[in-house]
Every structure is written in structure tokens, then in C-alpha cells.
């Protein structure tokens, strides 16, 4: 029986026979073609992501960073780490225009609060890019322990006698004894850090995620979204205000982060 390969050897001679065998199998290199470019066109699916960034949130200012991996094609699971200030709706800068201190306090600030929290959290993107030069849109919830640091304010307390005239003292504040009239300034802000204590909390987010890098591999992202922190006691950050325990947050975060595959 003469083989295959021989067979169609024989065909390949005849010019008519040859064209109808490529006509047949073009297709399939077609398809094969077509397959390739829509690799190149996905691009590579990469494993590992982090970013870092700046945070503006409704009550202070912070830093924001996350590292995760892929679950699937179109949603990462992240480890997530942001440091951020406190701060009361209720402070005013003042001035004591009677004292040479010039440096600005807040007055009836009992702590400076600064929050650490450690999480996890999934983001899942809504809309892919449809060209390098689109926007990725896209979501994340995300939840985990909060640390809330009380450091105590001190300030500089004016004390006036006819023997030493008017001298500065630097004291924690104490809403009993210090009034705008006897206050100068305040004191340096690591005054106090060794009397801060530590309120532990929860907190959850949600954000929407908005990625406009023209690399596929450098990232640029805008996110906004809102955040609640809830402590197992009040935070007292105000002497004439009731403290709380709970609060909420709304913020605006721009990141700069990578995508890669471990080695």
C-alpha cells in the first residue's frame, strides 16, 4: 500500500492539486495566525502586583501600600498596609500674637492620632482596556485590624512673676489650667511619645479603582472610596467634644505599582 507521504507527494506535482490542498489548509494556518495575535494582543497574564501611593482622606492625610497575586484572569488577592493621620472636624489653628513662640496649636487637642491598618482584600477588575492607551476600571473590598497611636499634646505655658517676667514651660495639655491667654505654642510633636498609647480596632473599605498606565507592566492607578474604623473604646481627640470610637472616611488615592512573575 503506497503511504500516505507518498501519495501526497504525488499530489503536490500536479499544479491543480497542490493549489486545492493549500486552499484546504489555509484556513486552519488562519485561525492558528489568529490565535497568536490574540496573545499578543492580551498580553501576558502576570502572577505577582504591589503598588504604593498617597492617600487624602476627609479627616488627614496618609500612605498606602499593597502586594497580592492573581486568583484568576480579572481579580487579585492583596495584602494591604496604610499609615494615616486623624484628625478632629472641630480644629483651628491658633496664634498667640503675645508670645515670641509663632508655632501654631490647636486648641483643645487632648492626642495627635495616627492609625495603622493591616489587611487583606480582593480587587476584581469591571472593565479591562480595550487599547494600551484605555482605563482599566475596576473594584476592591477590603477589611482588617486597625492600631489607633494616642500621643498626648504638649504645649508651651506661659508663666509670668515680677522676679523672671514671663517664661515658657513645656507641659501636656490640660484643659483645666491651659487657656488661649497662657498658651504660647506647642511643643515639639515627639514631646510625649513615650506616654502614647495603643486602642486596637477594625476596619473596613471599599474602593473603586481606576488604572491609566500605558505599560502593561508599570502601573498608574486612581482610587477613591470610603472607609469605616471601629476601636473597642473611644478615641479621644478633643477636650470639649465627645469622643468616639467609630469613624468614617472618605478618600482619594493615587498609586504607582508593577506586575511581574517570580523567577
Not at 493549489?19 to 501576558?44: H, M, R, S
Not at 489607633?148 to 508651651?156: D, E, F, G, I, S
Request: charge should be positive; charged fraction near 20%; aromatic fraction near 14%.
Amino acid at each position: 500500500m503506497i503511504s500516505f507521504f507518498h501519495r501526497l507527494k504525488i499530489a503536490l506535482k500536479n499544479q491543480k492539486t497542490g493549489l486545492l490542498i493549500f486552499g484546504f489548509l489555509l484556513p486552519f494556518f488562519d485561525v492558528n495566525c489568529q490565535q497568536i495575535a490574540g496573545v499578543e494582543e492580551t498580553g501576558i497574564l502576570y502572577k505577582y502586583a504591589n503598588n504604593i501611593g498617597g492617600t487624602l482622606h476627609s479627616s488627614g492625610l496618609g500612605i498606602n501600600y499593597r502586594k497580592g497575586k492573581h486568583l484568576t484572569g480579572y481579580s487579585f488577592l492583596m495584602s494591604d498596609f496604610s499609615l494615616l493621620t486623624m484628625r478632629s472636624s472641630k480644629e483651628v489653628k491658633t496664634v498667640n500674637q503675645f508670645s515670641d513662640n509663632n508655632s501654631g496649636y490647636i486648641y483643645g487637642k487632648l492626642n495627635s492620632i495616627l492609625i495603622l491598618r493591616t489587611g487583606l482584600g480582593k480587587q476584581k477588575t469591571i472593565n479591562a482596556k480595550a487599547d494600551k492607551g484605555g482605563v482599566e476600571v475596576g473594584y476592591g473590598i477590603y477589611g482588617g485590624i486597625s492600631w489607633a497611636l494616642l500621643k498626648p499634646v504638649y504645649l508651651n505655658i506661659l508663666y509670668t512673676t515680677d522676679q523672671d517676667g514671663t517664661q515658657e514651660k513645656v507641659e501636656r495639655y490640660d484643659p483645666l489650667k491651659h487657656y488661649p491667654d497662657n498658651i504660647g505654642g506647642r511643643a515639639s510633636y515627639f514631646k510625649g511619645l513615650n506616654e502614647a498609647s495603643i486602642v486596637p480596632g477594625m476596619y473596613g473599605s471599599f474602593l473603586l479603582n481606576f488604572e491609566f498606565g500605558k505599560s502593561q507592566e508599570k502601573l498608574k492607578m486612581l482610587e477613591t472610596g470610603v472607609c469605616v474604623d471601629a476601636f473597642v473604646k473611644p478615641i479621644p481627640i478633643m477636650a470639649f467634644n465627645k469622643s468616639s470610637n467609630i469613624f468614617l472616611t472618605f478618600f482619594i488615592r493615587i498609586l504607582y505599582g508593577k506586575l511581574w512573575n517570580r523567577r
